[in-house]
């Protein structure tokens, strides 16, 4: 069952930006903790960066970190995520989800019982 909703993804050249969103469906996910993950193929599901409800904690993975920007509007009940600099290796499949348990770390798929269905991002070199 598909909760969230990611938007924003698409074809960039090595260098250039995009700008994923998440939008709940169906639902809210006041006083979440949210995240997102990637999953290029073959490779398991990565985590990129992630942000707690106050928007006052953000956290990255060493290969975003400084391209990578994790926000959230909680009156428009959206993540965001700033994508800079993209890199050919940057290219997977982007999901957002919602942390639902503390069990497991941050950075950890355990604690996040909420995802979307994800958005393509593909970056040419």
């Known amino acids: 069952q598909v909760q969230l909703v990611e938007s924003g993804g698409g074809l960039v050249q090595a260098g250039g930006s995009l700008r994923l969103s998440c939008a709940p469906s169906g639902r809210t996910f006041s006083g979440y903790a949210m995240g997102w993950f990637r999953q290029a193929p073959g490779k398991e599901r990565e985590f990129v960066a992630a942000i707690n409800w106050y928007g006052t904690t953000t956290n990255y993975a060493d290969s975003v970190k400084g391209r990578f920007t994790i926000s959230r509007d909680n009156a428009k009940n959206t993540v965001y995520l700033q994508m800079n600099s993209l890199k050919p290796e940057d290219t997977a499949v982007y999901y957002c989800?919602?942390?639902?348990?503390?069990?497991?770390?941050?950075?950890?798929?355990?604690?996040?019982?909420?995802w979307g269905q994800g958005t393509q991002v593909t970056v040419s070199s």
């Open positions: 989800a919602a942390r639902s348990s503390l069990r497991g770390s941050y950075d950890s798929t355990v604690g996040y019982n909420y």
